[in-house]
């Protein structure tokens, strides 16, 4: 029993969306010009998203620009104590690449964290980072390694990206392009995932880099914040040990039916011990 | 030619497995009608109110909008209530309170997701324009979504007609021999428990299509149902749509129901009622969202259990005392599932010799609740093997040894329970020391010290589970307050060349039925399996049926099958010894051979099959021509499918996450057709189980009765990296009642495998109370006390 592949069925064509204007920028200049004639534009980058909540018209835009035909985006390149990676390169290839597992495993492996292999084929580092959801991974990672947000205008710190929920330095129309990464001494990445989204409940990146141990942390919070306690501690002694008793404030942490700010605080620490393990393993 | 390859109990790989994995399954996405239109609902937004106006003016004039019609619509053209198929009566004898349930709400809403009108487009997108500029007109009331504050004083009514929002007040067993043996008893163990709602997550989403032909006044309906007569029956004798002779419902390939699919719910009846009203077919497809809206949830009980025991162990009595959720109206079945589908098994595998039960069954400002993958029996063997496991604990004995001394002995069947039933047959001992043997249960101290010297918490866990499956008999149920009959039927068309039809009124919804029932027919008949083809899910083309649910479809519906094969095989015998020149009594039949006895002469059934429909040499003074029989099998009794499920788990004591590091289940499912489906099976209900133990909870708030879990992002489902392998084996006591010998094997995964897991996360961390699902911050909390 031989059974031909299907035909396209043309009306299957399901339109869920709200009616928008889809443009595909050559350029950046072209892109910031197609959004300052528009009505209520945005970006769109791997839509990972966006795309979902305009499918159920949570969202509504008059235009959408497509960053994906700009050249330039895309790519990781290695160049001695830091890594950049473009704007527009998927998670996937983020967790693939051979350069950046040599340089700073624990990114590779972060992205290898973030949600499922259809996501990170489509998802964008750029993309998470503009959208700065409080679960999201990356986040972690760029303030944890003290990374540099390029966008079209300037260069942001990571300590001066990260402002609230959903929230970030970026200014009106402004454009990620890419985003360094200086190469650290080791580090390593403990996620505690939502049993249900698979965001993370709790994220802790820790680093030792040039510019002494980082923690950040994601998920906890309303964005990603660092953990200066566990810093100081780890500085004098790099070993979980020292911040198996420092604890986070439960105060101004997430709460939700997954875990309330107590189990938050206390995931803090278990997570930070065992990133400082893995990255000292 | 029939072979051990193919023959019952063979490892036959699924017949339709083919189509489903190329992608040419045929479901409700891939089926679309000439000039059809498309359905999208107005649904509630608030969980109480009293509706006092709907304003369709703006979406009337929505491009592409055809038609916006409201539950006045629908009464005006004399559609009747939903209505629920069965009848439970009180204590006190009074009969349950059964409040209208039309298909589209009128005077009030009582639920989130409760459809309120319907918007017709040429498209989908312009009846979803259309749906969103429907304005309600509503007065919101407080609403009550939780079981046990919907019974309070002051608690927010629901329904008019009924006080106290209390449907019924059911009982069951010998309250006085309970009450006395609790009292006098050496030790009590009490229990307070809650069974988390669940939400049915079929892969396939619920859909319809609804047709009406002018010309000839049928209507045909398309819809994926667990049972397509059923959909019938319902909306003919009780909706009033039209007369079942003039109503065609087909049920195409189906993406999973779990139950969720057995019930007549609004969304249909509208499309095949709209498809008259706008004179176009009328499609429907439930978006991801409108599923957790508006399937028919599961479980949702809140009880109470005490077990009396005296100083050797032995069970003396068990009282039970259950709130069941039924949420806003009655759904098909509901109020079937929280009485006899469930309080009937709580004397479980145990001779216990008195139990007795209470339910009282509630409604609240919730998405109905109804029959989910075990239906009452899940809920059940949750309290029992739980209240069991916590006795041992207190008086300082083995769990496996507690349950091994109050089994009922192999010897003592038919066994008649304190709760109504007859188990027919079982060897309870025989599972449970199988399985403990699997599970290395003697060598679990050791793994414990192991897993401590680690800094972790191992724990063990065991569940004796027994269920009533093969839902039948039709008398029974008719005494119990069954709306319907509840046999199976089967036809059979062997062709001239030898070919056969079978028709069958289950229904799969991925089970592999096409797989199991041609083995039982070619099997008998000496064919291929692939020269018998299974036909089901259509009202014109099946005779009759009642479907697919309670682990039904092989115990009674295969048993139809075996019937109307063996008269198949009486009449070809005729023919045979007729051709052969000698009686019927002496002609034998096997691998597709009849052979005239004492000769050397045989015919092929192939050969009588043609002589059927070419009756030159045949005798027809005696009988009909042609090969074709058919069947309706009635059971004298449920099955009961029983076994021992054993879960050892490690648990995090800093992150409170559960390691399922290995589940043995030992299922005795009587006779087994196909091994590899039975195990199928297995697998999808243990990973149902561990999914309502660990992961999956439907949460209304309290203050708004919105639904806190409508989609993935919050309802988690289990994934494959949340299971482990399953160690899986069988133990064989054939069903005494049944030609078969099977007893069904759709839902005990789902019903031992919950207790197994929980009973393995209270021994790791020493705490009894734990609420489902629990999930790592319910399990961090357990164990640190109140944060």
Avoid at chain 2, 12 to 39: H, S, T, W
Avoid at chain 2, 176 to 190: F, G
Avoid at chain 2, 335 to 340: D, G, L, M, Q, Y
Avoid at chain 2, 674 to 682: A, K
């Amino acid at each position: 029993m031989d059974i031909p592949a299907r035909l396209p069925d043309p009306r299957k064509r399901e339109k869920k969306m709200y009616r928008f204007e889809y443009h595909k920028a050559t350029s950046l200049e072209d892109a910031a010009s197609k959004r300052s004639t528009a009505d209520d534009a945005t970006y769109l980058a791997g839509g990972m998203t966006l795309i979902p909540t305009l499918k159920q018209r949570l969202a509504s835009h008059s235009d959408l620009i497509d960053l994906a035909g700009i050249d330039g985006l895309a790519g990781i390149s290695v160049d001695g104590a830091v890594v950049t990676i473009g704007a527009m390169t998927c998670h996937a290839e983020v967790a693939a690449s051979a350069a950046l597992r040599d340089a700073i495993p624990a990114l590779a492996d972060l992205a290898g964290l973030i949600a499922d292999p259809a996501v990170r084929n489509r998802g964008t580092i750029g993309g998470s980072l503009a959208n700065s959801d409080p679960a999201a991974d990356y986040p972690a990672a760029v303030l944890g390694l003290g990374a540099t947000i390029v966008t079209d205008k300037r260069e942001i710190a990571a300590d001066d990206y990260f402002l609230d929920l959903f929230e970030t330095a970026l200014e009106e129309g402004e454009i990620i392009t890419a985003i360094k990464f200086p190469v650290p001494k080791r580090a390593a990445y403990e996620k505690f995932p939502n049993p249900a989204s698979r965001y993370a409940i709790v994220g802790v990146f820790v680093a030792e880099t040039e510019g002494g141990v980082r923690v950040a942390v994601t998920g906890a919070g309303p964005c990603a914040f660092r953990v200066s306690d566990m810093e100081a501690a780890l500085a004098g002694n790099f070993a979980p040990d020292a911040v198996a008793g420092i604890t986070v404030s439960a105060d101004d942490l997430n709460q939700d039916l997954h875990a309330s700010a107590a189990y938050r605080a206390s995931l803090v620490t278990t997570m930070a011990k065992r990133a400082v393990a893995k990255a000292a393993g | 030619m029939a072979d051990r390859e193919s023959g019952i109990g063979a490892r036959v790989l699924r017949k339709e497995d083919k189509r489903f994995l190329v992608g040419r399954g045929r479901y409700m996405d891939d089926i679309n009608r000439p000039r059809q239109v498309y359905a999208v609902f107005v649904r509630s937004q608030v969980a109480h109110g009293t509706l006092k106006g709907l304003d369709s003016g703006a979406a009337l004039e929505t491009d592409g909008v055809i038609a916006v019609l409201t539950g006045e619509d629908v009464a005006a053209d004399g559609l009747g209530s939903l209505p629920c198929g069965w009848t439970i009566h009180s204590k006190d004898g009074a009969e349950m309170k059964t409040p209208a349930h039309p298909a589209l709400a009128i005077g009030k809403v009582r639920y989130v997701g409760e459809p309120v009108a319907v918007v017709i487009g040429e498209t989908l997108e312009a009846a979803r324009d259309g749906a969103e500029l429907v304005e309600l007109d509503i007065d919101e009331l407080p609403p009550v979504t939780d079981v046990v504050a919907a019974l309070e004083q002051g608690a927010p009514g629901i329904h008019d007609d009924v006080p106290g929002n209390e449907c019924y007040h059911w009982g069951l067993g010998d309250e006085e021999a309970v009450d006395k043996a609790i009292d006098a008893a050496h030790h009590v163990t009490r229990l307070e428990l809650r069974n988390n709602r669940l939400a049915p997550n079929a892969m396939e989403t619920r859909a319809a299509i609804g047709e009406y032909d002018p010309v000839d006044g049928m209507y045909t309906l398309h819809v994926n149902s667990q049972n397509p007569h059923l959909h019938r029956l319902v909306l003919a004798a009780f909706v009033e749509l039209a007369p079942e002779h003039k109503l065609r419902v087909i049920s195409p390939d189906v993406g999973g129901g779990f139950g969720s699919k057995i019930f007549i719910y609004s969304e249909e009846t509208v499309c095949a009622w709209a498809a008259r009203r706008v004179g176009r077919p009328v499609k429907w497809t439930a978006t991801r969202s409108e599923a957790f809206l508006a399937d028919a949830h599961g479980r949702d009980h809140a009880s109470t259990a005490e077990l009396a025991l005296d100083k050797e162990g032995n069970f003396l009595a068990l009282r039970v005392r259950t709130k069941a959720n039924m949420g806003a109206y009655l759904s098909t079945f509901a109020a079937a599932v929280p009485t006899w589908l469930y309080g009937t098994l709580l004397a479980g595998q145990y001779k216990t010799p008195a139990v007795h039960v209470e339910v009282r069954a509630v409604f609240t400002n919730t998405s109905p609740v109804d029959a989910y993958r075990g239906a009452g029996r899940p809920e059940a063997a949750f309290l029992l093997e739980r209240i069991v496991e916590k006795a041992a604990r207190e008086i300082g004995m083995d769990p496996a040894e507690l349950r091994r001394r109050n089994l009922i002995p192999k010897d003592a069947f038919p066994y008649q329970t304190p709760v109504a039933l007859v188990y027919d047959t079982g060897d309870y001992e025989a599972s449970l020391d199988k399985a403990l043997d699997m599970a290395d249960y003697a060598g679990f101290a050791a793994r414990r010290a192991e897993s401590e010297a680690r800094g972790m918490k191992r724990g063990i866990g065991l569940s004796c589970y027994i269920e009533a499956c093969g839902l039948a008999p039709s008398q029974l149920a008719g005494e119990l307050g069954a709306g319907i009959g509840l046999f199976e039927s089967a036809e059979i068309r062997v062709n001239a060349t030898g070919g056969v039809k079978v028709f069958t009124g289950t229904q799969s919804t991925g089970q592999g039925h096409e797989t199991t029932f041609a083995q039982l027919v070619a099997d008998r008949l000496g064919l291929d399996m692939d020269e018998v083809e299974i036909v089901h899910g259509d009202t014109d083309r099946v005779q009759y049926g009642l479907g697919t649910y309670g682990s039904r479809s092989l115990s009674v519906g295969g048993s139809a099958i075996h019937m109307a094969t063996e008269k198949i095989v009486e009449k070809a015998r005729k023919i045979a010894a007729h051709m052969m020149e000698t009686t019927a009594d002496d002609v034998d039949f096997t691998q597709g051979l009849f052979t005239a006895k004492g000769t050397n002469k045989s015919m092929h059934f192939k050969e009588v099959a043609f002589s059927a429909y070419v009756p030159h040499n045949y005798p027809l003074d005696e009988l009909e021509p042609g090969l074709h029989e058919s069947a309706y099998y009635d059971p004298e009794n449920f099955t009961y499918p029983a076994g021992t499920h054993i879960c050892e788990v490690e648990v995090d004591p800093e992150t409170g996450v559960v390691d399922i590091l290995a589940f043995t289940a030992v299922d005795d499912f009587g006779r087994i057709i196909n091994p590899t489906i039975v195990e199928g099976q297995v697998h999808g209900g243990v990973a149902q189980g561990i999914g309502q133990a660990m992961l999956e909870h439907c949460i209304y708030d309290d203050e708004s009765g919105q639904l806190v879990t409508g989609s993935y992002m919050d309802y988690a489902m289990p994934r494959a990296d949340d299971l482990p392998d399953f160690t899986l084996a069988f133990t064989e006591t054939p069903c005494t009642h049944n030609p078969l010998g099977a007893k069904g094997c759709g839902e005990a995964g789902a019903i031992g495998s919950t207790p197994a897991l929980i009973n393995a996360i209270t021994s790791a961390i020493g705490h009894e109370n734990i609420a489902m699902p629990a999930t790592p911050l319910a399990v961090w909390r357990a164990m640190r006390g109140a944060e």
